[in-house]
């Protein structure tokens, strides 16, 4: 669709597009925007053309040949502009003389127009006088004139004046035209900015509300904040004041803290002092029951004491031996001296006590093993307070067996072999 | 035309003398009648003197910018006589002042004439003799188909054609005064 109207343009752009397309052009570009850019472009295109057209800068023999006079132009230029007040009288009657001025040269300055209307005019009313005279003598007598033989005697300066009037209407007419459009121009360009200041007054009235509403905001902001700084100074006191506790009570925890350690450094020392002294009294008391037993059997009436050896098969005397404090009836204490470390330490066995009878050599009752007693007098000591065992038994001897070992009867060689009975060395 | 710039009449008396025949001239080419003709020449050279503050030499001469005017108003004269001729509406086109779809845009000329050089040699053989015919011979259409012996509206259509092709790329190159491509410059003034 624009494409018609853009080739109606295009034609409008050299002024060759007919009335009726004009006019639905101009409506059509009442609301078009993109074929109003047409026709502008279009227009600025061909009038560039014509204006670089080195034609355009010549005036041919053909058109000199209908130009109006110069003069002519001038003159009536002048008097046009004259009426719009471009120029004064003054400035278009005076034109200083130069030397080469001639009468032609002045007769032709806009000052002589004076002289020129004087002349046409003195002119005029010669050839017009006989006319007239003719005129009121036939209307006397009755006749009308013949309006067109005067007419053809009609001076070309009445044709002239006519001309000049004629061109002065139009010229008011388009004028007046002009300005009327002007006025619609600045009509629409009134309602325009009209329109935009309504719009900028909507718009500051919504800033100014959005201004109130921020301020509002703003004032609760403040309040809130100084309510906050408030609590913040409250809470920082009582941080303090906490701290300040704090630091009492570490300073407390300090001192129970040493206190503490203290009172535990003097419970070890009074403990260890009690376990010195618990362990002074158990001493004590074992010397004691020591002392008592050993008083026991130093006066006990019915003590045997025996001393125990080993023969080798040469009869020589080995190294361990015995010694025996028996008790008639109530306790047997085993003494043996150096006897073999080696095998029970490091081969798992350990020497064993049995009790057994004269009579019955096949039966035999193990009482016990034999202890460390004392390792520097390589001392080993059984002791045996059970009298109902005792009273079983005349005879006492050592094996080495291994260690538990839950055999009944003995199974490794008979070391210091003792008999029990005979008569006590105390009676 | 510092003068003229500053409202001096006597600036306009010698701006007249010396370019109201080249004017006129123009006007009569257009118009084909020697009283529109002088009647549009002297509206020119009014508005010329109420617009003399628009004129850029930088853009180029005076010559050539009231020969701009005179051929702009021609035309507007010559679409209002021939609406004028048919019907009573005569405010279509302002016969006088600021033609209202047109948009000044300033072209340098040594650019224009550069361009339109270059798109004239793009056209086919019909559209360039046809636009030749118009820009540098003063022919209208009616009279090129008369000489031609071609169908009118073949021939408009050519001249269409190619106007288009010389519009396409002179918009793609020109700028505006403002720096601004032309389409945006029009744009912006129809805005």
């Known amino acids: 669709?624009?494409?018609?109207?853009?080739?109606?343009?295009?034609?409008?752009?050299?002024?060759?597009?007919?009335?009726?397309?004009?006019?639905?052009?101009?409506?059509?570009?009442?609301?078009?925007?993109?074929?109003?850019?047409?026709?502008?472009e279009f227009t600025n295109l061909v009038s560039y053309s014509y204006v670089e057209n080195p034609r355009a800068h010549?005036?041919?023999?053909?058109h000199e040949a209908v130009l109006p006079n110069t003069d002519g132009l001038q003159d009536r230029f002048l008097r046009r502009a004259m009426e719009k007040g471009i120029f004064s009288e003054k400035l278009t009657r005076t034109r200083p003389l130069r030397s080469?001025?001639?009468?032609?040269?002045?007769?032709?300055?806009?000052?002589?127009?004076?002289?020129?209307?004087?002349?046409?005019?003195?002119?005029?009313?010669?050839?017009?006088?006989?006319?007239?005279?003719?005129?009121?003598?036939?209307?006397?007598?009755?006749?009308?004139?013949?309006?067109?033989?005067?007419?053809?005697?009609?001076?070309?300066?009445?044709?002239?004046?006519?001309?000049?009037?004629?061109?002065?209407?139009?010229?008011?007419?388009?004028?007046?035209?002009?300005?009327?459009?002007?006025?619609?121009?600045?009509?629409?360009?009134?309602?325009?900015?009209?329109?935009?200041?309504?719009?900028?007054?909507?718009?500051?009235?919504?800033?100014?509300?959005?201004?109130?509403?921020?301020?509002?905001?703003?004032?609760?902001?403040?309040?809130?904040?100084?309510?906050?700084d408030q609590i913040s100074e409250q809470q920082a006191r009582e941080k303090a004041q906490y701290l300040q506790e704090v630091g009492e009570l570490q300073t407390a925890l300090n001192a129970a803290q040493a206190s503490y350690v203290a009172d535990e450094i003097k419970i070890r020392d009074l403990t260890e002092e009690v376990s010195s002294t618990h362990?002074?009294?158990?001493?004590?008391?074992?010397?004691?029951k020591r002392d008592r037993d050993i008083r026991d059997l130093m006066t006990a009436r019915n003590l045997h004491i025996f001393d125990v050896f080993d023969t080798d098969a040469k009869g020589k005397t080995k190294p361990a031996f015995g010694r025996i404090f028996y008790t008639e009836g109530k306790s047997l204490i085993f003494y043996a001296y150096d006897l073999n470390e080696a095998k029970p330490a490091s081969a798992g066995y350990q020497y064993r006590v049995w009790g057994s009878r004269e009579a019955e050599k096949n039966k035999a009752t193990s009482l016990g093993l034999f202890y460390s007693d004392d390792k520097a007098q390589r001392r080993w000591v059984f002791k045996c307070n059970d009298a109902k065992i005792l009273a079983q038994i005349d005879s006492v001897f050592v094996t080495l067996e291994p260690n538990r070992s839950d055999s009944p009867l003995p199974k490794g060689q008979k070391l210091l072999d003792a008999y029990l009975g005979g008569t006590a060395n105390h009676p | 035309m510092r003068a003229l710039q500053a409202g001096n009449g006597e600036a306009l008396k010698v701006i007249f003398d010396r370019y109201h025949r080249l004017v006129l001239v123009t006007a009569l080419r257009i118009l084909r009648d020697v009283g529109e003709a002088e009647d549009l020449m002297q509206s020119v050279f009014f508005e010329i003197f109420q617009?003399?503050?628009?004129?850029?030499?930088?853009?180029g001469t005076l010559t050539k910018w009231i020969l701009q005017y005179a051929y702009h108003r021609s035309i507007n004269r010559k679409n209002y006589l021939s609406l004028r001729k048919f019907y009573d509406r005569v405010d279509l086109f302002d016969v006088h002042g600021e033609e209202t779809w047109i948009t000044k845009v300033s072209l340098p000329h040594q650019e224009a004439v550069r361009l339109v050089d270059e798109a004239l040699a793009t056209l086919s053989c019909e559209q360039r003799a046809v636009l030749e015919l118009v820009f540098f011979k003063d022919m209208t259409l009616k009279e090129i188909a008369e000489q031609t012996q071609q169908d009118f509206r073949n021939l408009r259509h050519h001249y269409y054609r190619g106007l288009k092709k010389l519009r396409s790329l002179l918009s793609k190159n020109a700028r505006g005064g403002d720096g601004l491509a032309l389409e945006e410059q029009i744009a912006r003034a129809n805005a």
Request: glycine share 2%; net charge negative.
């Open chain 1, 1 to 40: 669709m624009h494409e018609a109207y853009e080739e109606i343009c295009a034609a409008a752009a050299i002024g060759e597009a007919d009335p009726q397309d004009l006019i639905t052009l101009h409506e059509h570009l009442q609301h078009c925007i993109r074929c109003r850019q047409s026709y502008s």
């Open chain 1, 58 to 62: 010549l005036i041919s023999p053909e």
């Open chain 1, 279 to 288: 362990a002074a009294a158990e001493r004590n008391a074992e010397l004691l």
């Open chain 1, 100 to 228: 080469h001025d001639n009468v032609w040269s002045l007769w032709r300055q806009p000052s002589f127009n004076a002289v020129k209307f004087g002349c046409a005019a003195a002119v005029l009313a010669l050839i017009l006088l006989p006319s007239a005279y003719e005129i009121g003598r036939r209307a006397a007598i009755g006749h009308a004139p013949a309006t067109g033989a005067y007419s053809a005697h009609l001076p070309r300066a009445a044709d002239n004046s006519s001309q000049n009037s004629r061109h002065q209407n139009v010229a008011l007419q388009i004028r007046i035209a002009s300005l009327e459009d002007e006025i619609k121009a600045k009509d629409r360009e009134l309602k325009t900015q009209t329109q935009r200041l309504k719009v900028s007054s909507e718009n500051a009235a919504s800033l100014l509300a959005a201004r109130e509403l921020l301020e509002s905001s703003q004032k609760d902001l403040k309040r809130q904040l100084q309510e906050a």
């Open chain 2, 51 to 59: 617009k003399a503050e628009q004129f850029d030499p930088s853009k």
